[in-house]
């Protein structure tokens, strides 16, 4: 990982930054945080001193991070949906990497298609587009199959992209060290873990199998989704560098013009692009993770259809739990209650004061509530509460990155269709509905017969676990009476554990 050529990578990355005048853009960003700003003087000033001049008669950022490879276009895009970290400015210059990159030649994809399934492109597709849209990993062509005349999405990575990958995000470990190692205020951040949950993310997207069953998955999850839609996946022209979806024709969510003349309801499409992201994540807790506006279309029928499901979200039951729990605090402005929740599910030390830490979350809720719903910011609410949590000692959940930043992308997606629209008053029906159903007297009952099904499924193991226990504890004593009252009692054990299983499913079918 601290290999001389990661060292060399970075300090090529750092002439790349310079040379472009990427470094000054980032220093003149003056919303970026104060740590940010000053590391990126030190590092202008160190290239300045070694002679390395900036050319800023293009845009800057974009360029160096386009020049530098697939892995800080990446970087660059998950940047771009966290504003409460890099600032409004440098937000939106990054946004330009969302989409609109390179392609690369259409041969070059036919000749992966041919290899990776196996059979000549003409055999499997009438019709083969140059390419509509490229990304960092990946290009989509439109193609139409010849058996069927559908028309179909056909995915293709970038050639050579797994090994150019590994390259920089190795370099990525070795900044990340660096930071941690000698930066001590950005340990509570674990700039290591984020690295290698960035880097789990991108090794999924880089086997499109994986893409295919996550599209699969959430295409079930939501096909009684009223006004949203996910295309259907084509597994038999899917491969690991393949993969080939329902084409789907619709305006791209940022052409508000186009959706103007169109005639649709963009305060309506608006509230199902934020109500569908928190039903996703609370209800199923498997969610789209990359909503930014390429990856949204309005279809004919004025329903959202989403694309590209390299990165999607998921949550545990627990996790889910807490979650809801301090929206729902936030709505209600229960901020005692969401002091706990914090507590409760270990997020802050034990040692901290509840009261005191109820009051600074009172401090971030209270100027949001007193604001016009055009100024209530999820990214000012983020900023606020990562302040807070710094000062209590809560260190980032690492399971919770891609539900945060992905909060912050869909807010921006549901403001600028509708300017107007209040992210609270939009987001209580669907949290208030998983609330109900997941957290009182009912979910408790449901909790309580699932595991006493899965504690019956152990039932028939207890005798031989308790006789296991017993010889353990004395191999050479003469142990019989005991084995046969331990014996007795995993019987019992047994039988109430089968009992209590068989309760819990009848009780699950009559409620």
Same mark, same amino acid.
Request: proline share 5%; with cysteine; glycine share 6%.
């Given at each position: 990982?601290?290999?001389?050529?990661?060292?060399?990578?970075?300090?090529?990355?750092?002439?790349?930054?310079?040379?472009?005048?990427? *470094?000054?853009? %980032?220093?003149?960003?003056?919303?970026?945080?104060?740590?940010?700003?000053?590391?990126?003087?030190?590092?202008?000033?160190?290239?300045?001193?070694?002679?390395?001049?900036?050319?800023?008669?293009?845009?800057?950022?974009?360029?160096?991070?386009?020049?530098?490879?697939?892995?800080?276009?990446?970087?660059?895009?998950?940047?771009?949906?966290?504003?409460?970290?890099?600032?409004?400015?440098?937000?939106?210059?990054?946004?330009?990497?969302?989409?609109?990159?390179?392609?690369?030649?259409?041969?070059?994809?036919?000749?992966?298609?041919?290899?990776?399934?196996?059979?000549?492109?003409?055999?499997?597709?009438?019709?083969?587009?140059?390419?509509?849209?490229?990304?960092?990993?990946?290009?989509?062509?439109?193609?139409?199959?010849?058996?069927?005349?559908?028309?179909?999405?056909?995915?293709?990575?970038?050639?050579?992209?797994?090994?150019?990958?590994?390259?920089?995000?190795?370099?990525?470990?070795?900044?990340?060290?660096?930071?941690?190692?000698?930066?001590?205020?950005?340990?509570?951040?674990?700039?290591?873990?984020?690295?290698?949950?960035?880097?789990?993310?991108?090794?999924?997207?880089?086997?499109?199998?994986?893409?295919?069953?996550?599209?699969?998955?959430?295409?079930?999850?939501?096909?009684?989704?009223?006004?949203?839609?996910?295309?259907?996946?084509?597994?038999? %022209?899917?491969?690991?560098?393949?993969?080939?979806?329902?084409?789907?024709?619709?305006?791209?969510?940022?052409?508000?013009?186009?959706?103007?003349?169109?005639?649709?309801?963009?305060?309506?499409?608006?509230?199902?692009?934020?109500?569908?992201?928190?039903?996703?994540?609370?209800?199923?807790?498997?969610?789209?993770?990359?909503?930014?506006?390429?990856?949204?279309?309005?279809?004919?029928?004025?329903?959202?259809?989403?694309?590209?499901?390299?990165?999607?979200?998921?949550?545990?039951?627990?996790?889910?739990?807490?979650?809801?729990?301090?929206?729902?605090?936030?709505?209600?402005?229960?901020?005692?209650?969401?002091?706990?929740?914090?507590?409760?599910?270990?997020?802050?030390?034990?040692?901290?004061?509840?009261?005191?830490?109820?009051?600074?979350?009172?401090?971030?809720?209270?100027?949001?509530?007193?604001?016009?719903?055009?100024?209530?910011?999820?990214?000012?609410?983020?900023?606020?509460?990562?302040?807070?949590?710094?000062?209590?000692?809560?260190?980032?959940?690492?399971? *919770?990155?891609? %539900?945060?930043?992905?909060?912050?992308?869909?807010?921006?997606?549901?403001?600028?269709?509708?300017?107007?629209?209040?992210?609270?008053?939009?987001?209580?029906?669907?949290?208030?509905?998983?609330?109900?159903?997941?957290?009182?007297?009912?979910?408790?009952?449901?909790?309580?017969?699932?595991?006493?099904?899965?504690?019956?499924?152990?039932?028939?193991?207890?005798?031989?676990?308790?006789?296991?226990?017993?010889?353990?504890?004395?191999?050479?004593?003469?142990?019989?009476?005991?084995?046969?009252?331990?014996?007795?009692?995993?019987? *019992?054990?047994?039988?109430?554990?089968?009992?209590?299983?068989?309760?819990?499913?009848?009780?699950?079918?009559?409620?």
């Amino acid at each position: 990982m601290r290999g001389p050529h990661n060292i060399w990578r970075l300090i090529r990355t750092g002439a790349t930054l310079e040379r472009t005048g990427a *470094l000054k853009a %980032l220093f003149e960003a003056t919303d970026a945080p104060r740590p940010m700003r000053i590391a990126l003087r030190t590092i202008v000033w160190l290239f300045q001193w070694l002679g390395i001049k900036g050319d800023t008669s293009r845009p800057p950022i974009t360029r160096a991070i386009t020049a530098l490879g697939p892995a800080y276009i990446k970087f660059g895009q998950i940047l771009s949906t966290r504003p409460d970290v890099v600032g409004e400015e440098l937000s939106q210059q990054l946004q330009i990497l969302q989409d609109k990159l390179p392609p690369f030649p259409r041969d070059e994809a036919i000749a992966m298609i041919e290899a990776d399934l196996d059979c000549k492109l003409d055999d499997v597709f009438s019709e083969f587009s140059e390419p509509v849209a490229a990304a960092s990993i990946a290009q989509v062509h439109k193609a139409v199959k010849r058996d069927t005349g559908e028309a179909v999405a056909v995915k293709v990575l970038r050639p050579g992209i797994a090994k150019a990958f590994r390259k920089d995000v190795d370099a990525f470990y070795l900044a990340a060290w660096f930071i941690q190692k000698f930066l001590p205020f950005s340990r509570r951040l674990r700039p290591l873990d984020v690295i290698a949950h960035f880097d789990g993310v991108v090794q999924g997207e880089l086997d499109l199998r994986l893409e295919s069953s996550s599209a699969a998955e959430f295409h079930a999850n939501t096909l009684n989704d009223e006004g949203f839609y996910v295309p259907k996946v084509d597994w038999a %022209l899917s491969s690991r560098s393949v993969m080939t979806l329902e084409w789907i024709d619709g305006i791209t969510s940022s052409d508000l013009a186009a959706i103007d003349e169109a005639g649709y309801d963009r305060a309506k499409l608006g509230r199902i692009v934020l109500q569908m992201f928190l039903s996703h994540a609370l209800r199923d807790g498997f969610f789209h993770a990359d909503m930014h506006q390429g990856n949204l279309k309005i279809v004919s029928n004025g329903d959202v259809a989403a694309l590209d499901f390299g990165i999607m979200g998921v949550l545990d039951a627990y996790t889910r739990r807490v979650y809801a729990e301090i929206i729902f605090g936030f709505i209600r402005k229960d901020y005692k209650r969401i002091a706990e929740v914090h507590f409760e599910a270990g997020y802050v030390p034990a040692d901290q004061d509840v009261d005191e830490f109820a009051r600074a979350l009172r401090a971030v809720g209270e100027p949001i509530f007193g604001m016009d719903a055009t100024e209530i910011s999820m990214g000012r609410v983020m900023a606020y509460l990562l302040e807070v949590t710094e000062r209590f000692g809560m260190a980032t959940r690492t399971e *919770l990155i891609l %539900l945060q930043r992905t909060m912050v992308v869909v807010e921006g997606v549901a403001r600028s269709l509708d300017p107007k629209i209040n992210i609270w008053e939009v987001s209580q029906p669907v949290v208030e509905s998983y609330i109900k159903e997941n957290i009182g007297p009912k979910a408790l009952a449901r909790d309580l017969g699932r595991t006493a099904i899965v504690l019956s499924r152990f039932g028939p193991k207890l005798p031989q676990i308790a006789e296991n226990i017993l010889m353990a504890q004395s191999a050479e004593k003469d142990t019989s009476p005991q084995r046969m009252s331990l014996r007795y009692v995993a019987l *019992l054990m047994t039988g109430a554990g089968v009992a209590a299983g068989i309760g819990a499913i009848v009780a699950l079918v009559l409620s």
